[in-house]
Protein backbone atom coordinates (compact mmCIF):
# COMPACT_ATOMS: atom_id res chain seq x y z
CA UNK A 1 0.00 0.00 0.00
CA UNK A 2 1.29 3.36 -0.86
CA UNK A 3 2.76 4.98 2.27
CA UNK A 4 0.90 8.05 1.56
CA UNK A 5 -2.26 5.94 2.23
CA UNK A 6 -3.17 5.04 5.56
CA UNK A 7 -6.70 2.84 6.61
CA UNK A 8 -7.48 3.32 9.87
CA UNK A 9 -10.88 0.81 11.57
CA UNK A 10 -12.64 2.80 14.83
CA UNK A 11 -14.10 -0.36 16.28
CA UNK A 12 -15.55 -0.98 19.65
CA UNK A 13 -18.48 -2.35 21.82
CA UNK A 14 -22.33 -0.81 22.10
CA UNK A 15 -21.98 2.91 23.02
CA UNK A 16 -18.08 3.25 22.71
CA UNK A 17 -18.10 6.74 21.43
CA UNK A 18 -17.21 5.90 17.78
CA UNK A 19 -18.98 8.26 15.99
CA UNK A 20 -17.54 11.42 18.35
CA UNK A 21 -14.10 10.22 17.78
CA UNK A 22 -14.62 10.16 13.85
CA UNK A 23 -16.06 13.93 13.55
CA UNK A 24 -12.54 15.02 16.04
CA UNK A 25 -10.18 12.24 13.72
CA UNK A 26 -11.81 14.81 10.41
CA UNK A 27 -11.18 17.84 12.21
CA UNK A 28 -7.80 17.16 13.36
CA UNK A 29 -5.98 15.46 10.70
CA UNK A 30 -8.06 18.10 8.07
CA UNK A 31 -6.75 20.58 9.82
CA UNK A 32 -2.93 18.88 9.20
CA UNK A 33 -3.41 18.95 5.69
CA UNK A 34 -4.64 15.60 5.15
CA UNK A 35 -7.61 14.25 2.73
CA UNK A 36 -9.78 12.25 5.41
CA UNK A 37 -12.35 9.98 3.70
CA UNK A 38 -14.96 8.14 6.37
CA UNK A 39 -16.10 4.43 5.83
CA UNK A 40 -20.09 4.81 6.88
CA UNK A 41 -20.91 1.43 9.21
CA UNK A 42 -22.57 -0.55 6.39
CA UNK A 43 -24.29 -2.66 9.56
CA UNK A 44 -26.12 0.28 10.42
CA UNK A 45 -26.85 1.47 6.64
CA UNK A 46 -28.44 -2.47 5.67
CA UNK A 47 -30.26 -1.78 9.64
CA UNK A 48 -31.83 1.60 7.78
CA UNK A 49 -32.84 -0.25 5.23
CA UNK A 50 -34.57 -2.79 6.34
CA UNK A 51 -32.20 -5.45 7.44
CA UNK A 52 -33.54 -6.97 10.46
CA UNK A 53 -30.27 -8.86 12.20
CA UNK A 54 -32.04 -10.40 14.69
CA UNK A 55 -34.53 -12.15 11.94
CA UNK A 56 -35.27 -16.29 12.55
CA UNK A 57 -34.29 -16.81 9.21
CA UNK A 58 -31.52 -18.08 8.62
CA UNK A 59 -31.67 -17.40 5.18
CA UNK A 60 -31.84 -14.35 5.08
CA UNK A 61 -29.50 -13.79 7.95
CA UNK A 62 -26.84 -15.54 5.90
CA UNK A 63 -27.10 -13.14 2.40
CA UNK A 64 -27.74 -9.86 4.73
CA UNK A 65 -24.32 -11.18 6.20
CA UNK A 66 -22.63 -12.29 3.33
CA UNK A 67 -24.11 -8.58 1.43
CA UNK A 68 -22.58 -6.95 4.28
CA UNK A 69 -19.09 -7.82 4.09
CA UNK A 70 -19.74 -7.48 0.06
CA UNK A 71 -20.56 -3.83 0.26
CA UNK A 72 -18.15 -3.31 3.36
CA UNK A 73 -15.37 -4.56 1.01
CA UNK A 74 -16.68 -2.91 -2.22
CA UNK A 75 -16.72 0.12 -0.34
CA UNK A 76 -12.97 0.34 0.83
CA UNK A 77 -11.73 -0.29 -2.17
CA UNK A 78 -13.23 2.24 -3.64
CA UNK A 79 -12.27 5.09 -1.16
CA UNK A 80 -8.73 3.50 -1.80
CA UNK A 81 -9.05 3.86 -5.17
CA UNK A 82 -10.19 7.38 -4.87
CA UNK A 83 -7.01 8.22 -2.13
CA UNK A 84 -4.31 7.06 -5.23
CA UNK A 85 -5.71 10.15 -7.18
CA UNK A 86 -5.18 12.47 -3.96
CA UNK A 87 -2.46 14.75 -3.97
CA UNK A 88 -2.27 15.19 -0.20
CA UNK A 89 -1.17 12.46 2.14
CA UNK A 90 -4.94 10.26 2.42
CA UNK A 91 -6.41 8.71 5.66
CA UNK A 92 -9.26 6.26 5.22
CA UNK A 93 -11.07 5.79 8.65
CA UNK A 94 -13.76 3.08 8.52
CA UNK A 95 -16.66 2.61 10.98
CA UNK A 96 -16.25 -0.69 11.58
CA UNK A 97 -14.19 -3.18 9.54
CA UNK A 98 -14.69 -6.46 7.91
CA UNK A 99 -13.63 -8.32 10.72
CA UNK A 100 -16.48 -6.86 13.03
CA UNK A 101 -18.79 -8.24 10.81
CA UNK A 102 -17.69 -12.11 11.85
CA UNK A 103 -18.22 -11.22 15.59
CA UNK A 104 -22.04 -11.84 15.08
CA UNK A 105 -22.06 -15.13 13.69
CA UNK A 106 -20.54 -18.64 14.25
CA UNK A 107 -16.88 -19.65 13.21
CA UNK A 108 -18.83 -21.95 10.61
CA UNK A 109 -20.63 -19.27 9.11
CA UNK A 110 -18.08 -16.57 8.12
CA UNK A 111 -15.25 -19.56 6.96
CA UNK A 112 -18.39 -20.03 4.80
CA UNK A 113 -18.78 -16.59 3.68
CA UNK A 114 -15.68 -15.13 3.07
CA UNK A 115 -15.03 -18.58 0.92
CA UNK A 116 -17.29 -17.28 -0.99
CA UNK A 117 -15.89 -14.29 -1.66
CA UNK A 118 -12.86 -15.19 -1.91
CA UNK A 119 -10.89 -13.85 0.59
CA UNK A 120 -9.47 -15.10 3.94
CA UNK A 121 -9.83 -14.36 8.08
CA UNK A 122 -5.59 -13.70 7.62
CA UNK A 123 -6.07 -11.04 4.77
CA UNK A 124 -9.32 -9.16 6.17
CA UNK A 125 -7.48 -8.97 9.82
CA UNK A 126 -3.84 -8.61 9.40
CA UNK A 127 -2.94 -7.28 5.81
CA UNK A 128 -6.14 -4.83 4.84
CA UNK A 129 -5.98 -1.94 7.51
CA UNK A 130 -2.44 0.09 9.18
CA UNK A 131 -4.22 -0.14 12.37
CA UNK A 132 -7.43 -0.96 14.25
CA UNK A 133 -8.71 1.28 17.03
CA UNK A 134 -11.11 -0.74 20.29
CA UNK A 135 -12.94 1.97 21.91
CA UNK A 136 -14.38 0.19 24.94
CA UNK A 137 -17.98 0.13 25.51
CA UNK A 138 -19.59 2.52 28.26
CA UNK A 139 -20.98 -0.48 29.31
CA UNK A 140 -18.04 -1.74 31.02
CA UNK A 141 -16.75 0.95 33.19
CA UNK A 142 -18.47 3.93 32.64
CA UNK A 143 -22.23 2.47 32.83
CA UNK A 144 -23.78 6.02 33.83
CA UNK A 145 -23.13 7.59 29.90
CA UNK A 146 -24.43 4.17 28.43
CA UNK A 147 -27.32 4.67 26.47
CA UNK A 148 -28.87 3.59 23.60
CA UNK A 149 -30.97 6.97 22.43
CA UNK A 150 -27.48 7.95 19.61
CA UNK A 151 -28.22 4.73 17.71
CA UNK A 152 -31.48 3.86 16.65
CA UNK A 153 -30.87 0.47 15.40
CA UNK A 154 -28.84 -0.67 18.54
CA UNK A 155 -30.15 -3.99 19.60
CA UNK A 156 -28.85 -3.71 23.20
CA UNK A 157 -31.33 -2.52 25.84
CA UNK A 158 -30.12 -0.34 28.92
CA UNK A 159 -30.94 -2.72 31.60
CA UNK A 160 -28.58 -5.07 33.64
CA UNK A 161 -28.73 -7.64 30.47
CA UNK A 162 -28.20 -5.36 27.96
CA UNK A 163 -24.81 -4.25 29.74
CA UNK A 164 -24.01 -7.32 29.81
CA UNK A 165 -24.57 -8.26 26.29
CA UNK A 166 -22.95 -5.12 25.17
CA UNK A 167 -19.94 -6.10 27.04
CA UNK A 168 -19.75 -9.48 25.84
CA UNK A 169 -20.01 -7.72 22.20
CA UNK A 170 -16.71 -5.77 23.42
CA UNK A 171 -15.15 -8.81 24.06
CA UNK A 172 -16.13 -10.38 20.94
CA UNK A 173 -15.14 -7.82 18.58
CA UNK A 174 -11.51 -7.47 20.89
CA UNK A 175 -11.41 -11.58 19.79
CA UNK A 176 -11.86 -11.06 15.99
CA UNK A 177 -9.38 -8.41 15.94
CA UNK A 178 -7.03 -10.58 17.66
CA UNK A 179 -3.69 -10.91 15.62
CA UNK A 180 -3.77 -7.74 13.59
CA UNK A 181 0.24 -6.09 14.46
CA UNK A 182 -1.37 -2.60 15.67
CA UNK A 183 -4.53 -3.57 17.68
CA UNK A 184 -5.17 -1.15 20.09
CA UNK A 185 -8.17 -0.72 22.78
CA UNK A 186 -8.94 2.76 23.86
CA UNK A 187 -10.25 2.71 27.68
CA UNK A 188 -12.84 4.69 29.33
CA UNK A 189 -11.89 7.55 30.90
CA UNK A 190 -13.58 9.83 33.74
CA UNK A 191 -13.03 12.59 31.00
CA UNK A 192 -14.34 11.31 27.57
CA UNK A 193 -11.85 13.99 26.02
CA UNK A 194 -8.85 11.79 27.44
CA UNK A 195 -10.53 9.06 25.22
CA UNK A 196 -10.62 11.06 21.91
CA UNK A 197 -7.28 12.23 22.51
CA UNK A 198 -6.03 8.60 22.56
CA UNK A 199 -7.70 8.05 19.74
CA UNK A 200 -5.71 10.87 18.22
CA UNK A 201 -2.12 10.41 19.55
CA UNK A 202 -2.21 6.64 17.66
CA UNK A 203 -3.32 7.49 14.77
CA UNK A 204 -0.27 10.30 14.52
CA UNK A 205 1.60 7.26 15.47
CA UNK A 206 0.22 5.36 12.18
CA UNK A 207 1.04 8.34 10.50
CA UNK A 208 4.72 8.75 11.87
CA UNK A 209 3.97 12.00 13.52
CA UNK A 210 5.98 13.05 16.62
CA UNK A 211 4.21 11.47 19.63
CA UNK A 212 4.52 12.89 23.60
CA UNK A 213 7.08 10.77 25.68
CA UNK A 214 4.35 9.51 28.64
CA UNK A 215 5.01 6.42 30.92
CA UNK A 216 2.66 3.87 30.99
CA UNK A 217 1.63 2.57 34.50
CA UNK A 218 3.39 -0.29 35.80
CA UNK A 219 3.13 -2.55 38.25
CA UNK A 220 5.59 -5.71 40.11
CA UNK A 221 2.16 -7.65 41.08
CA UNK A 222 0.75 -11.11 42.62
CA UNK A 223 -2.10 -13.36 41.01
CA UNK A 224 -3.91 -13.98 43.94
CA UNK A 225 -7.48 -15.18 41.95
CA UNK A 226 -8.16 -16.12 38.69
CA UNK A 227 -8.15 -14.20 35.46
CA UNK A 228 -11.82 -13.55 33.81
CA UNK A 229 -11.60 -14.20 30.16
CA UNK A 230 -8.34 -13.12 28.53
CA UNK A 231 -6.40 -13.26 25.38
CA UNK A 232 -3.40 -15.73 25.99
CA UNK A 233 -0.58 -14.90 23.67
CA UNK A 234 3.08 -15.87 23.89
CA UNK A 235 5.56 -13.42 23.23
CA UNK A 236 9.03 -13.65 21.77
CA UNK A 237 11.36 -10.27 22.19
CA UNK A 238 14.86 -9.90 20.65
CA UNK A 239 16.56 -6.68 20.22
CA UNK A 240 18.64 -5.68 17.45
CA UNK A 241 22.08 -3.66 16.97
CA UNK A 242 20.93 -0.38 16.52
CA UNK A 243 22.10 3.33 16.64
CA UNK A 244 23.06 5.29 19.91
CA UNK A 245 19.89 6.33 20.99
CA UNK A 246 17.65 4.45 19.24
CA UNK A 247 15.45 1.24 20.13
CA UNK A 248 14.75 -1.54 17.22
CA UNK A 249 13.25 -4.83 18.80
CA UNK A 250 11.17 -8.02 16.95
CA UNK A 251 8.91 -9.24 18.72
CA UNK A 252 7.15 -12.31 17.31
CA UNK A 253 3.74 -13.07 19.04
CA UNK A 254 2.11 -16.59 18.90
CA UNK A 255 -1.88 -17.19 19.69
CA UNK A 256 -3.84 -20.52 19.12
CA UNK A 257 -1.01 -21.60 17.32
CA UNK A 258 -0.92 -18.11 15.11
CA UNK A 259 2.00 -16.04 14.38
CA UNK A 260 2.28 -12.29 13.84
CA UNK A 261 5.86 -11.03 13.63
CA UNK A 262 6.63 -7.06 14.10
CA UNK A 263 9.51 -4.95 13.71
CA UNK A 264 9.76 -1.58 15.85
CA UNK A 265 12.17 1.39 16.01
CA UNK A 266 11.64 3.98 18.10
CA UNK A 267 13.87 7.28 18.04
CA UNK A 268 13.37 9.98 20.09
CA UNK A 269 13.94 13.09 18.89
CA UNK A 270 14.08 15.53 21.79
CA UNK A 271 13.69 15.22 25.58
CA UNK A 272 9.75 15.21 25.27
CA UNK A 273 8.81 13.26 21.88
CA UNK A 274 9.71 10.57 19.83
CA UNK A 275 8.90 8.74 16.58
CA UNK A 276 8.20 5.10 16.66
CA UNK A 277 7.38 3.22 13.88
CA UNK A 278 6.28 -0.38 13.39
CA UNK A 279 5.63 -2.80 10.53
CA UNK A 280 4.63 -6.54 10.31
CA UNK A 281 7.15 -8.34 8.46
CA UNK A 282 7.27 -12.05 7.25
CA UNK A 283 8.56 -15.41 8.81
CA UNK A 284 11.89 -15.28 6.67
CA UNK A 285 12.77 -11.54 7.00
CA UNK A 286 12.15 -12.37 11.08
CA UNK A 287 15.13 -15.12 10.87
CA UNK A 288 17.10 -12.87 9.09
CA UNK A 289 16.89 -10.06 10.93
CA UNK A 290 17.61 -12.17 13.93
CA UNK A 291 21.69 -12.02 12.49
CA UNK A 292 21.78 -8.53 13.86
CA UNK A 293 20.59 -9.44 17.47
CA UNK A 294 21.82 -7.03 20.19
CA UNK A 295 24.69 -9.62 21.58
CA UNK A 296 25.09 -7.64 24.76
CA UNK A 297 20.75 -8.19 25.42
CA UNK A 298 19.01 -11.81 25.71
CA UNK A 299 15.93 -12.52 24.49
CA UNK A 300 12.80 -11.85 26.49
CA UNK A 301 9.90 -14.92 26.42
CA UNK A 302 7.07 -14.24 28.15
CA UNK A 303 3.62 -15.16 28.68
CA UNK A 304 0.97 -11.94 27.63
CA UNK A 305 -2.68 -12.36 29.38
CA UNK A 306 -4.89 -9.22 27.44
CA UNK A 307 -8.18 -8.41 29.56
CA UNK A 308 -10.77 -5.14 30.13
CA UNK A 309 -11.29 -5.01 33.82
CA UNK A 310 -14.27 -2.08 34.30
CA UNK A 311 -13.35 -0.37 31.37
CA UNK A 312 -9.60 -0.25 31.35
CA UNK A 313 -7.60 -2.42 29.52
CA UNK A 314 -4.57 -4.54 31.18
CA UNK A 315 -1.55 -6.36 30.04
CA UNK A 316 -0.59 -9.03 32.30
CA UNK A 317 3.24 -10.13 31.41
CA UNK A 318 4.79 -13.67 33.48
CA UNK A 319 8.11 -13.48 32.12
CA UNK A 320 10.34 -16.85 31.84
CA UNK A 321 13.36 -15.69 30.24
CA UNK A 322 15.57 -13.85 30.88
CA UNK A 323 13.85 -13.53 34.65
CA UNK A 324 11.50 -16.72 35.29
CA UNK A 325 8.11 -15.59 37.10
CA UNK A 326 8.61 -11.78 37.14
CA UNK A 327 5.18 -10.78 36.78
CA UNK A 328 4.90 -7.17 35.55
CA UNK A 329 0.90 -5.44 35.00
CA UNK A 330 0.91 -2.47 32.71
CA UNK A 331 -2.31 -0.78 32.16
CA UNK A 332 -2.89 0.90 28.80
CA UNK A 333 -3.84 4.72 28.37
CA UNK A 334 -4.67 5.33 31.99
CA UNK A 335 -4.01 8.94 32.64
CA UNK A 336 -1.62 10.17 35.11
CA UNK A 337 -4.37 11.90 36.86
CA UNK A 338 -6.52 9.08 37.01
CA UNK A 339 -6.85 5.84 39.32
CA UNK A 340 -6.35 2.48 38.11
CA UNK A 341 -9.07 0.05 38.90
CA UNK A 342 -7.20 -2.98 39.91
CA UNK A 343 -8.77 -6.38 39.19
CA UNK A 344 -9.54 -7.88 43.04
CA UNK A 345 -7.10 -10.97 42.13
CA UNK A 346 -4.17 -8.48 41.64
CA UNK A 347 -2.01 -7.80 44.56
CA UNK A 348 0.29 -5.34 43.82
CA UNK A 349 3.67 -5.54 45.01
CA UNK A 350 5.20 -2.49 43.69
CA UNK A 351 4.68 0.91 41.51
CA UNK A 352 7.37 0.65 38.55
CA UNK A 353 6.16 2.91 36.93
CA UNK A 354 9.01 4.81 35.29
CA UNK A 355 11.41 2.86 36.74
CA UNK A 356 14.23 2.21 33.75
CA UNK A 357 15.22 -0.69 35.43
CA UNK A 358 11.95 -2.71 34.45
CA UNK A 359 12.26 -1.52 30.39
CA UNK A 360 11.99 -4.45 28.49
CA UNK A 361 15.29 -2.84 26.92
CA UNK A 362 17.11 -3.16 30.28
CA UNK A 363 15.74 -6.52 31.33
CA UNK A 364 17.17 -7.94 28.40
CA UNK A 365 20.52 -6.87 28.88
CA UNK A 366 22.84 -9.37 30.00
CA UNK A 367 24.26 -9.12 33.60
Known sequence: ?????????????????KTTALVKVIEHFSSRGYKVFTIPEVPTLFSQAGMNYLTPNKGLFYQGEKATLEIQLALEDKFLRMAQE?????????????????AYMTPEMWEDITKSLGVTTQQLRDQRYDAILHLVSAADGAEQFYTTSTNAQRYEKMDEEGLKQARLLDKKVINAWTGHSRLRVINNHEDFDKKLNRVLREISAVLGLPQPIEEERKYIVEL?????????????????????GCEVRLRRRGWQGKFVNVHTTKTP???????????????????????????????????????????????????????????????KGVASDESVKFPPFIRVIEDITGNKRYYNYNIALKK
Open 86 to 102: CEEPTLIVCDRGAMDIS
Open 224 to 244: TGELPDSIISEIIQTYLVAEP
Open 269 to 331: ISDVEYVQTERQISNNLYTSLLQQADPYRQTIRKTRRSFIWKGQYFELDEFSEPVPGLLILET
Open 1 to 17: MDKEIKRIVLTGGPCAG
